[in-house]
């Protein structure tokens, strides 16, 4: 199988040094795909989305086009940016801010004439300092450049893009709570329903919230037709995705490739990709979509990467982002890390998440730490199914927002595949791996 | 009236909140402002955010309470971050923390007392492809050795790395050129 000739649809100027620049943009095809959406109709824009078959990038995989559908014209829509890429070991969205801002930027301003949007925010997380600064020198270039704001390229459509910056909070990449945040608030989840933002969005109007990299993917899509994009991949999950690989691997990194072509021994395995596991050793456990995402061992190796294949198996491809764990990881730490990460950020409002991550990581550092009981393995399944009952994949919903259900994934993991590694914790009094 | 911020943060602070249908929405591009001018968000600053945007000092401080970049407490010149989440632990983090605990004689959390350096420790920065990474006041240093850590806090301190790590609260270098110029709303 092996790594297909997939065109590079959203990376295709990483090599040039000066790839966040007007200059190299312009001379590298860009702003082609607004000048081609202009002289089309929004409707004829929005069909060509829809025919591409884009599936959200952020996380939960919602198809763009059915997102864009929903919303309600009315004299006052918005278009949200979500930029703030928080999901552990999620680091796409920070190479497209950096690298490539003038491609988001048409993707927006794209989409905005598709929506009949006049007023769009790019949510930046707060962290990405140099990914802030490029996006702002891009858009201060593309106002110039006639390519945002008034009458642009002389079509008569007009539209205001305002970066906005983050302030460091994982839960901001929830939509919801990042409207609440963008309207100068905490960044707390809104009790749904209103399940999407379109009927109830930003200062209570109907709003789009889109991740960077599936705007990313708009100015190509235009060009090249939503039939050339869904020509790609397979089934539900068409057109190429960046996958970012981490951990025991021997070139991390972020990676496009087609989807469903490529498996996960591919990505890891394969020498153009992540080039095997570091040092020679073998395999323990991965996680295949942000740590949200229940583990998979060696045996699911083969799976394609499709979001549709990936949720059979009983995990998702969530954010885009994969772990990879080698023969001498300590799982027990692997999962208290994870679930001290959900219970720093738990935003409070609901008491299962709340709580329940903070006595998840209180058990987790006692075993890791030599001071676990035997039925301490019972005592946090049982916790874990107070947050989200049955610990079943997807999650049963306990809380505002599904950053609670997550927590069970990776405990719940370790404990089925690793049962041991946490007994001999508990009977040798520490981690055996020092 | 507001006192506190320069005349020139309050012009930038004035043009942030027109960029917003509710002024509201500039509450936390306003506190950043505010962290550029002080390094961190002083009781002062909060007053004088709550008088530009017409709310109380209680809501500022209720919403910038919120969020770990905005310090109600005074941090180092330098605040280093550094992360410890899963793809950084697996590649050394914790071994890294550790060692820059000892080298600069506090623990996370603290600064030390020549009001230098703040190390934190922080979560997932998503740049992965480096890990072990840390930030400098939200600037990347990648695949960090202790030895790379030390020479580092050497530069830091020597001034060698300025032009590249501003002072602790400064985030965006780059201000918007342009107002709003499409209208309809």
Partial sequence: MAVTEAPRIVTSRLGYEDSHTLERYLATGGYEGLRKALSMSPEA????????????????????GRKWAMLRKAPTTYLVVNGDESEPATFKDHMLLERDPHQLVEGVVIAAYALGVSRAFIYVRGEFALGMERVQQALNDAYAHGAVGQDIFGSGFSVDVVVHPGAGAYICGEETALIESLEGKRGFPRIKPPYFPAAIGLYGEPTVVNNVETLSNLPWIILN????????????????????????????????IE???????????APVLGGGILGGRELKAFIPGGVSAP????????????????????????????????????????????????????????TPCREGSGWLE????????????????????????????????????????????????????????????????????GCPHG | MTRHLSAELLAAAKELIALYPNPR??????????????????????????ELL??????????ASFYDMLHTEEVGRYVIAICTNIACMLRGADDLLAHAEDHLGIRAGATTPDG??????????????????????????????????????????SGALESEVPPHGTLCRVRRSVGLEAGGH
């Fill in chain 1, 362 to 429: 209180k058990i987790l550092r006692r075993i890791e730490g030599g001071e676990g009981r035997e039925d301490d393995i019972e005592l946090l399944m049982d916790v874990c199914d107070n947050i989200s009952p049955g610990v079943s994949w997807p999650p049963q919903q306990t809380t505002i927002c599904v950053l609670g259900p997550s927590i069970p994934s990776s405990i719940a993991s370790a404990i089925r595949m690793f049962r041991d590694d946490f007994l001999v914790h508990v009977k040798e009094g």
């Fill in chain 2, 54 to 63: 017409d709310i109380t000092p209680a809501e500022v401080l209720g919403t």
């Fill in chain 2, 116 to 157: 230098m350096f703040t190390i934190e420790e922080a979560e997932c920065l998503a740049d992965c492809g480096r890990a072990p990474c840390v930030q400098v006041n939200h600037r990347f240093f990648g695949n960090l050795t202790p030895e790379g850590f030390d020479q580092l806090a050497a530069d830091l301190r």
């Fill in chain 1, 45 to 64: 824009v929005a069909a060509e989305v829809d025919a591409a078959s884009l599936l959200g990038r952020g996380g939960a995989g919602f198809p763009a």
């Fill in chain 1, 295 to 350: 583990w998979f061992g060696p045996e699911q190796l083969d799976l394609p990467l499709g979001q549709d294949e990936v949720g059979a198996a009983g995990s998702m491809l969530g954010s885009g982002s994969v772990v990879v764990m080698d023969e001498s990881t300590c799982v027990v730490r692997a999962a208290w890390r994870i679930t001290k990460f959900f219970w720093r950020e738990s935003c409070g409002q609901c």
């Fill in chain 1, 259 to 269: 989807m469903v072509k490529t498996t996960f021994r591919d990505l890891i395995y």
């Fill in chain 2, 25 to 50: 929405s500039a509450l936390v591009p306003l506190c950043h402002l505010a962290q550029e001018q002080d390094g961190w968000l002083t009781p002062d600053a909060i007053e004088d955010i709550a």
């Fill in chain 1, 225 to 256: 037709t939503g039939a050339a994009f869904s020509a790609l991949g397979e089934g539900r999950s068409t057109g190429t995705r960046l996958f970012a690989l981490a951990g025991h691997v021997r070139n991390p990194g972020v990676h496009e």
